[in-house]
Structure formats: C-alpha cells, structure tokens
T-cell receptor, first 110, second 114 residues
Framework: RKEVEQDPGPFNVPEGATVAFNCTYSNSASQSFFWYRQDCRKEPKLLMSVYSSGNEDGRFTAQLNRASQYISLLIRDSKLSDSATYLCAVGPTNDYKLSFGAGTTVTVRA | SAVISQKPSRDICQRGTSLTIQCQVDSQVTMMFWYRQQPGQSLTLIATANQGSEATYESGFVIDKFPISRPNLTFSTLTVSNMSPEDSSIYLC???????????FGPGTRLLVL
C-alpha cells in the first residue's frame, strides 16, 4: 500500500463550480499535512497547510480527518486559473521529510 | 520565502556520462532535499542533503549513483552518475527555511538521457 494515495482524476468542472477531493495516508502517526499545486512543467508550490481544526484560505478549504486518515481540499467558485495538479504531502515525522501523493488533476472549463 | 535557483534548467546527455545539478538559495536554510519526478509520476525523495556531512539516502538510492554535496547552508549539488535513459526525469531541490514549517521547491532540472 502506498504511503499517500490520491484520486488522479481528472476532475473536469465548469467555472464557478465547487470541486472537492481527498487524499488518504497510511501512517497514523503522521504529523504534518499540506496541499501543493503543480502547474504543467513547473515545480510544486505550497498551496496551504492542513491543520487539525481545518482551515480556509479564500476559496480553498482544507480539512484533516485523523480517524479515517485522510485530508481533503475543497475549491469553491472555481476559476480557469485553478486548473492544475494538486499534490497532497504528508510528513510522517517531525523532521520536515514529506511523502507525496501522485496528484489530482483539476481542469476548470469556461 | 527563499528564492531558489537550479542549474542547469535542462540538459540532454549521453548514456554513461554524469551530470551535476546545482541548487542555490538566497538565504540560509535549515534543510535541503533532492527529489526526482519521473514523467506522469509524483515526487520521490532521493536524499536529505546534510551540511558538512554525508547525505541521508532513501531506500532505493545510493551514494555511488547520486553523490550529493552541501558545503554550506545555501548551496547543494546532486550528481547523476553513469546515466541511463531510465534516469530521464525532473530533478528538484527543496528547502526548509528558518521559521518555515514545510518545503519550498526550486524550479527543477529537466534531464533527458539518450
């Protein structure tokens, strides 16, 4: 079983729609959780951290469910510019090392 | 966040040769890592670059194939040795800066081995 698994998608949604997807992790002792965004032929860029209480940054909401060992990302009012691959990253320990999922591709169409 | 640069940005190499990739940061950072991202795949951690000592390699990666140096807190190199077409990939360095909670990535080096 992979350490971090994501639904690869693609999620193809119209502008203005809400899209949500999950990422599961296998190590119950994982300490830190993040969502990165990767555009085609670019490096991953940090989108947001995921905190136990859930957190929101504008149109983006991230949640952590420790009991079921998954994190989620919800994008409201999707924009064309939200089209990208979203990578979840999980830190099994507190040494800053991360395990990445394979990514969920989101395409927002006009 | 820190500004991270990598050289070269891309290269095409012949099998059996070696390529050294440089990662330069504009400020001192706590941690530096090297990743590989093969086409259509996610990021795989190669090693943690330790300042002034040998890198810490992940399972499946060895020093003879991927020697790493980190002479100071702002610079690291990764060498891909005795390359084969299977080494064709994007190689990325990442850093954790002081007072940061997670990794930030350099722009990557696209390597094609013929």
């Amino acid at each position: 079983r992979k350490e971090v698994e994501q639904d690869p998608g693609p999620f193809n949604v119209p502008e203005g729609a809400t899209v949500a997807f999950n990422c599961t992790y296998s190590n119950s002792a994982s300490q830190s959780f993040f969502w990165y965004r990767q555009d085609c032929r670019k490096e991953p860029k940090l989108l947001m951290s995921v905190y136990s209480s859930g957190n929101e940054d504008g149109r983006f909401t991230a949640q952590l469910n420790r009991a079921s060992q998954y994190i989620s990302l919800l994008i409201r009012d999707s924009k064309l510019s939200d089209s990208a691959t979203y990578l979840c990253a999980v830190g099994p320990t507190n040494d800053y090392k991360l395990s990445f999922g394979a990514g969920t591709t989101v395409t927002v169409r006009a | 966040s820190a500004v991270i640069s990598q050289k070269p940005s891309r290269d095409i190499c012949q099998r059996g040769t070696s390529l050294t990739i440089q990662c330069q940061v504009d400020s001192q950072v706590t941690m530096m890592f090297w990743y590989r991202q093969q086409p259509g795949q996610s990021l795989t951690l190669i090693a943690t670059a330790n300042q002034g000592s040998e890198a810490t390699y992940e399972s499946g990666f060895v020093i003879d194939k991927f020697p790493i140096s980190r002479p100071n807190l702002t610079f690291s190199t990764l060498t891909v040795s005795n390359m084969s077409p299977e080494d064709s990939s994007i190689y990325l360095c990442s850093v954790v800066g002081q007072y940061q909670e997670t990794q930030y990535f350099g722009p990557g080096t696209r390597l094609l081995v013929l």
